[in-house]
Structures are given as structure tokens and as C-alpha cells.
């Protein structure tokens, strides 16, 4: 994620914001509520019932989200 290109479209959020880089298969064992953006669901992210252990998942600009992943997120 430190790629300079990724860095600077980011505006620099990598350096003050928290992530986490790790397996699909790591991530998904984890006791964690995955939420996630996609352009078709129209619900604001404020809408969301975030709590402890959650996790916006974003998906790549021109795919979006894995059909795994997009199972996983409420």
C-alpha cells in the first residue's frame, strides 16, 4: 500500500489513518462486523449500525468488491 502512486491518491491518509494487510482467510476468521461500499446498495455509510470490530471494506476502483467479499458484508 506504500507504492508512491497509491500514497498520493490517498492524499496521504495511509500515514494518519489505521489499515490492515493481511489474507482473505485471516481477515474472515476474525470476530469482526464487515461492512461494505458498494454503488448499488444507496444506503449512506452514516447509516450504518457501526460498532466495536467494525470494518469498511472497499474494493478496487474498476472491480469493486469480490463476489467472496461482497457475501461476507452486511
Not at 485471516?26 to 444506503?43: D, T, V
Not at 450504518?48 to 471494506?57: K, S, Y
Amino acid at each position: 500500500p506504500f507504492n508512491q502512486k497509491t500514497l498520493r491518491a490517498s492524499a496521504g491518509s495511509l500515514l494518519r489513518l489505521p489499515f490492515l494487510e493481511r489474507g482473505e482467510d485471516w481477515l474472515a476468521a476474525q470476530p469482526l462486523h464487515f461492512f461494505g461500499a458498494l454503488p448499488e446498495a444507496g444506503s449512506p455509510p452514516e447509516s450504518a449500525p457501526w460498532r466495536d470490530g467494525a470494518v469498511l471494506c472497499i474494493g478496487s476502483e474498476g472491480r469493486g468488491l469480490s463476489p467472496a467479499w461482497r457475501a461476507r458484508v452486511e
